[in-house]
């Protein structure tokens, strides 16, 4: 029997960990038939993901400062910016296993930029190893508005290093040119393969009175949680069930537990069991992060959710989902304990919609690049 063809994937986050959350759920689709390389950077606490061909690589960790442009290492102070990159290219450098065949790259050239040098610097290694294996992005269906003159950019390294652009959405809800504007000059290389979500269970839970509140992989979103302790105590026949984030310190936990003024609020870092719990729960309460979204219209679970402020491209999507009546927006003013607990009635008495949206992107994903390897010489 031939040995399996190798890809390599390449997934930094900056906010939250929903790139490497849909990442992953492709990269298991994938193993079906592929040995696949993983190098992750960002958030996150490594790939969950036991397989003989699967390998992980976590990176020295990176991030955006939005108020100096720059990067920083948030586990260091004073760490020396340019040996994070020298540390983070020896590591790329000890883990390639050649040969490979294929890369798929999350969100490049769309975002990411920042990182270009070290993209770039995979696509040329592999291709001088390898030859000209072709390279596959995936990306969200909505991306936050840029110049034009960034987008023509983007054109050009799309027309340069991008075989097809997995486009992470149901075009019905979503076009990609409602957010980029040149998605036509690219129109060829555009492949919409449905929302990844959650596979359904075999078995349905029963709902029960439960609200779930989650704040998301991120650490914004403090407000969302605490207006939720606050109406919980006007709504003594639902438990409220708050999950507060991957990157909740203990500290901020305690706090959470202090301000709890009602029995009927239970407060966790985090949920391994989220996508079960939500579909227990009569409502969702959420940051409304593309992969949380995705969790809870898969559930079909009543959902509130709460658009992190900077962010336009959560509200945006946001909006149009509550236009197929699938989610409600929620907005600051709607956070004091009266006014969310009414927010909250509203929700839950309104009707579910009847019809879906296109989520199965992570198997419709891995079919298309079988395709393409499959026709490779």
């Avoid at 050009?156 to 290093?161: H, I, Q």
């Avoid at 075999?202 to 403090?222: A, E």
Wanted: hydrophobic content about 40%.
């Amino acid at each position: 029997m031939a040995p399996r063809k190798r890809i390599l994937y390449y997934c930094q986050s900056l906010v939250g960990i929903g790139h490497l959350s849909a990442s992953l759920r492709v990269i298991r689709e994938l193993l079906e038939h592929f040995e696949v390389d993983l190098i992750q950077g960002g958030l996150g606490s490594g790939a969950q993901i036991q397989h003989p061909d699967f390998r992980n690589l976590c990176l020295p960790t990176l991030l955006h400062d939005s108020e100096t442009g720059g990067f920083y290492d948030p586990d260091a102070e004073t760490a020396d910016i340019d040996e994070v990159w020298q540390a983070r290219a020896a590591a790329i450098d000890a883990f390639l296993q050649w040969p490979y065949h294929a890369i798929v790259v999350e969100f490049y050239p769309f975002g990411r930029r920042r990182f270009k040098r070290e993209i770039q610097g995979l696509f040329r290694s592999v291709r001088e190893r390898c030859g000209p294996v072709p390279i596959f992005t995936s990306v969200r269906e909505v991306l936050i508005p840029r110049p034009l003159e960034t987008e023509r950019r983007m054109v050009e390294s799309v027309r340069k290093y991008i075989h097809t652009v997995f486009i992470r959405g149901d075009e019905t809800v979503v076009r990609f040119s409602e957010t980029f504007s040149l998605a036509h000059e690219i129109a060829d290389r555009l492949c919409y393969t449905g929302y990844i979500c959650a596979p359904p269970p075999n078995v349905w839970p029963l709902r029960r009175n439960q609200i779930l509140v989650s704040q998301g992989g991120g650490d914004v979103g403090g407000e969302l949680l605490a207006g939720a302790i606050a109406a919980a105590a006007l709504m003594p026949h639902y438990t409220f069930l708050l999950a507060a984030g991957s990157r909740a310190t203990a500290a901020q936990i305690e706090a959470l537990r202090q301000s709890v003024r009602s029995r009927n609020v239970e407060i966790v870092p985090f949920l391994s069991d989220f996508q079960q719990r939500l579909r227990e729960s009569c409502l969702s309460i959420n940051m409304g992060g593309d992969n949380t979204l995705m969790d809870v219209v898969s559930a079909r679970t009543p959902s509130l959710a709460y658009p992190y402020r900077g962010n336009s491209e959560q509200e945006f999507r946001i909006k149009k989902f509550a236009q197929r009546g699938f989610v409600h927006l929620l907005e600051p003013h709607d956070l004091p304990a009266e006014v969310l607990k009414q927010r909250i009635d509203q929700a839950l008495q309104a009707p579910y919609p009847q019809g879906t949206i296109a989520s199965d992107g992570a198997a419709a994903t891995s079919a298309r690049i079988r395709s393409v390897l499959e026709q490779a010489p």
